[in-house]
């Protein structure tokens, strides 16, 4: 490796002072110095200042916090070209609080190269520093795989900029894929973030969807715990379930796990339009419904086969490059739809938030009166299960107890919490049907001898004393039964059967020797299928 001739030479003219033995402060510290010109020579020679050109290894984050950011990747766009007034006000967040990250592993892939060139001018203009992971991360094998790079990259940068104090973190990450090409640098990114309003606190991302489902060539990600275990839960998705059938590897995985309980809550679907619209002449008809729009932040080419991927992105190439020349894709974003449809957007989404509140309020009065109820019958019935399911039961309460506290837990969650619970009380609710059935068995009895007993006086008794004897002794057995067994359900049935048997009898023998005339008691049919119709029997022999 070839040194400077200014380092040679004064390398050269001094090297002899190391040697004299009068000067050691001065050997000392010409070997220092000397030590450092050769790292700094060693240094440029590994790191070149071009982030573009295939052999680049320098630092993965390149920052545009100025026109003239020294590791900022050369192209034939300056910012003097493009001719972009300040970014208007808006009432949106800094843009210096975001950032961009992306992944180019083929170094000499000029499609992609090219692609992300695409980006620098809007990152001069704002500031955006970016996110290059340019080497694999997973290719060496384990149990994810190459595929799985992206997710892995993401969280650690997200870590590392947790690590960092908060008024000097990024607040949210733009991921864009390398087949995104950026066709107006006017649009802020902060145009689509969510209002700061309580509601909107614990969004920490924004994605698109398609007909196929979640689509994660663009979105933006909030610097946050929330994002480490989601990216963390991602990672671990193959490890944990690696029979899954992901058709679209780590997207269709990241789709699986922001619908799990922890994440389905903290994140929204947002229109592709904002920041991942399609190229929708080069991929399936589906691409028609989210087609790029004159105006539009970027363009996706996502999908087509390679060449017509060359031939589309090519064509993209030069939109954009007119947008920097001639401004036909470039608009002032205060000229576009965006603001607006951004602001109503959010609107909507809070009303929603706030309907979705009072049902979860509604939802949570019925939690508890479900949980009351559950608890009464472990006080009524606990002793007639197990120790195992009344411990499965203790447990379903207490989730349900931490589902309602946690305001973060939706209507839905609620009722699943409920479902679950109740799921754990089956044991508990037999014996609580079979206690109704008593208790409803229990009311027919009492009130068929409150019945006997007024037919009774009703009754001229003298006329057959051995028949009303007979209706005396079964009302006082059918008291016993209910006195010292009220829970078995058969012999008072069989009393009640017994008694209505009874007053037929003397119904009819006190109608036969008074030569006819009403009579009989009526009984009430018992919620077990008791024998009412008896009764009824009896009392039209008494009528004919």
Same mark, same amino acid.
């Given at each position: ?367 508890? =009166?479900? *949980? %009351?109820?559950? $608890? #009464?019958?472990? &006080?009524?019935? +606990?002793?007639?299960?197990? @120790? !195992? =399911?009344? *411990? %499965?039961?203790? $447990? #379903?309460?207490? &989730?349900?107890? +931490?589902?309602?506290?946690? @305001? !973060? ?136």
């Amino acid at each position: 490796m070839a040194l400077p001739k200014e380092i040679s030479y004064w390398l050269t003219h001094h090297i002899t002072q190391l040697t004299h033995p009068s000067k050691p402060l001065l050997r000392l510290t010409l070997f220092i110095l000397t030590t450092l010109l050769l790292l700094l020579a060693a240094s440029k020679a590994l790191f070149p200042t071009n982030p573009y050109t295939p052999h680049f290894t320098s630092p993965d984050r390149i920052d545009y916090s100025s026109s003239h950011a020294p590791n900022a990747p050369s192209t034939h766009y300056t910012p003097s070209d493009l001719h972009l007034p300040a970014p208007p006000s808006l009432g949106i967040a800094p843009e210096s609080r975001i950032g961009k990250i992306s992944i180019l592993l083929n170094g000499k892939d000029e499609l992609m190269n090219h692609a992300l060139r695409t980006h620098e001018a809007h990152n001069r203009r704002f500031g955006y520093p970016l996110y290059i992971l340019r080497h694999g991360l997973l290719d060496g094998g384990g149990v994810v795989g190459g595929e799985w790079n992206k997710p892995a990259y993401l969280l650690g940068v997200v870590i590392e900029e947790m690590r960092k104090p908060v008024g000097e973190r990024l607040e949210w990450l733009f991921w864009h894929d390398a087949d995104t090409i950026l066709l107006n640098p006017h649009i802020p990114l902060s145009l689509f973030l969510p209002p700061s309003l309580p509601s909107t606190q614990n969004i920490h991302l924004l994605a698109t969807a398609d007909p196929r489902g979640l689509n994660t060539g663009a979105f933006l990600l909030r610097i946050h715990p929330w994002s480490i275990s989601l990216l963390t839960a991602l990672l671990a998705h193959p490890t944990f379930f690696p029979s899954a059938q992901l058709e679209y590897r780590d997207q269709s995985a990241m789709a699986l796990v922001l619908a799990l309980p922890p994440f389905r809550n903290h994140w929204v679907e947002v229109p592709p339009r904002w920041f991942n619209a399609y190229a929708a002449e080069l991929g399936d008809q589906w691409t028609h419904e989210f087609p790029v729009r004159r105006g539009d932040l970027l363009v996706h080419v996502a999908g087509p086969p390679a060449q017509a991927r060359e031939e589309g992105m090519g064509m993209w190439f030069e939109r954009s490059e007119q947008t920097l020349e001639k401004g036909e894709w470039a608009v002032e974003v205060r000229k576009t739809s965006l603001p607006g449809e951004v602001e109503r957007f959010w609107r909507e989404w809070g009303e929603e938030a706030e309907e979705r509140g009072r049902e979860r309020e509604g939802v949570r009065g019925e939690v508890l =009166e479900v *949980g %009351r109820r559950v $608890e #009464g019958w472990l &006080g009524e019935f +606990g002793g007639g299960v197990s @120790e !195992e =399911e009344r *411990g %499965r039961i203790y $447990e #379903g309460l207490r &989730g349900l107890k +931490g589902r309602v506290e946690d @305001e !973060e837990v939706d209507a839905v969650g609620l009722r699943e919490g409920m479902e679950e619970l109740m799921e754990t009380t089956t044991p508990l609710r037999l014996l609580l049907a079979t206690h109704q059935k008593s208790l409803t068995l229990t009311r027919d009895a009492h009130a068929l001898i409150l019945e006997a007993e007024r037919f009774l006086l009703d009754q001229n008794i003298s006329r057959d004393p051995a028949t009303a004897l007979r209706l005396q002794e079964q009302l006082e057995n059918m008291r016993e039964v209910l006195a010292r067994e009220p829970d078995d359900r058969g012999k008072i049935r069989a009393g009640m059967d017994k008694l209505r048997e009874a007053a037929q009898e003397f119904a009819v023998r006190a109608d036969g020797e008074s030569g006819g005339g009403e009579g009989g008691m009526e009984g009430g049919d018992t919620a077990d299928g008791g024998g009412g119709g008896g009764d009824r029997q009896g009392g039209e022999a008494t009528t004919r």
